[in-house]
């Protein structure tokens, strides 16, 4: 009987179903228990780990952000723990982020460039005008252009709900520049296209409490965040009192620390989707 089952057991259980594999795994490909152990151990390797290309799909994620510093306060964790495993990804910069008090847009894109190295991550501007972001087909059809050419498979934008103008706007846009990506006979640059999954982060400035509809684990890549945030010298640091120096990475370290308590575990960053999330397994369900 294969896989030594007992007859009358009904097929396709989960103790059947793995006595199964084990066996099949073991035996049939004459292979030692701790080569089928170690295979298994490095196909289910811990998210903190280097994970090899070819171990998961390999994946374009685009992270747009209405000022550079949103992308990394929001999801910073994740976005290294991504680029870690192999994934490709962009930060792309709707606006500037200038003026700011103690900014200036070189010193800004300067910072945001060491901001993405320290992430691993490449960094584009779209090209938007701070304070000045509205709703307009032409905003759209530029976005829409952007993602012809990066191509994402998974979008990540602001929580819809926000009270900063340029933060709601350009997630209107954001979202309707997906529809129009994908449309043909269209004056968009580049070949259609249609990202197929949109995620929102939350932007750290809402006062409110985040709708969370998932928390990814970023507990082996916080100090990553906190380096690349570090980089934002005159937004959190220059010119601010001795008290209020970096006072808002303190502030993001503890909101990740509350939803990291939410999933039992030290830091974690929360998402929010309108979308069904369809998962392929539950190997990395955090239990
Ligand atoms: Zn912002």
Redesign the pocket.
């Known amino acids: 009987m294969e896989g030594g089952r007992k007859a009358g057991r009904p097929e396709g259980g989960p103790e059947t179903g793995r006595l199964l594999c084990c066996r099949l795994s073991a035996t049939h490909f004459g292979q030692s228990r701790r080569r089928v152990a170690a295979a298994h151990a490095a196909r289910f390797r811990p998210v903190a780990g280097p994970l090899l290309l070819g171990q998961t799909p390999y994946m374009n994620i685009l992270v747009a ?3 550079p ?2 992308q990394e306060l929001a999801m910073g964790g994740t976005i290294a723990l991504l680029a870690r495993r192999g994934h490709r990804v962009t930060l792309l910069d709707i606006t500037d ?1 200038e003026p700011t008090p103690h900014g200036s847009p070189e010193i800004r894109a300067a910072e945001a460039a060491a901001a993405a190295a320290a992430l691993g991550v490449a960094r584009q501007a779209a090209g938007l005008r701070n304070r000045e972001v509205l709703y307009s087909l032409a905003g759209r059809h530029q976005l829409a252009a952007i993602y012809r050419q990066l191509r994402p498979d998974i979008l990540f934008l602001p929580y819809p709900q926000d009270a ?1 103008p ?2 709601g706007q350009v997630t209107r846009i954001a979202e309707d520049a997906r529809f129009d990506a994908k449309l043909t006979r269209s004056t968009i640059p580049g070949e259609p296209f249609y990202p197929p999954r949109l995620i929102y982060y939350f ?1 750290t ?1 809402l006062r409110m409490n985040f709708p969370a509809s998932f928390c990814v684990d970023v507990s082996a890549t916080m100090e990553v965040k906190m380096q690349a945030l570090r980089c934002y010298d005159s937004q959190f640091f220059r010119g601010r009192p001795a008290a209020e120096q970096g006072a808002v990475l303190d502030y993001v370290r503890n909101l990740d620390a509350y939803f990291g308590g939410t999933i039992r575990r030290p830091f974690a960053e929360p998402f929010y989707v309108t979308e069904m999330l369809g998962l392929s397994g539950l190997e990395e369900i955090v239990l």
Do not use: A, I, L, Q
């Open positions: 952000g209405p000022h510093d949103d982020g900063h340029d933060h932007c400035h």
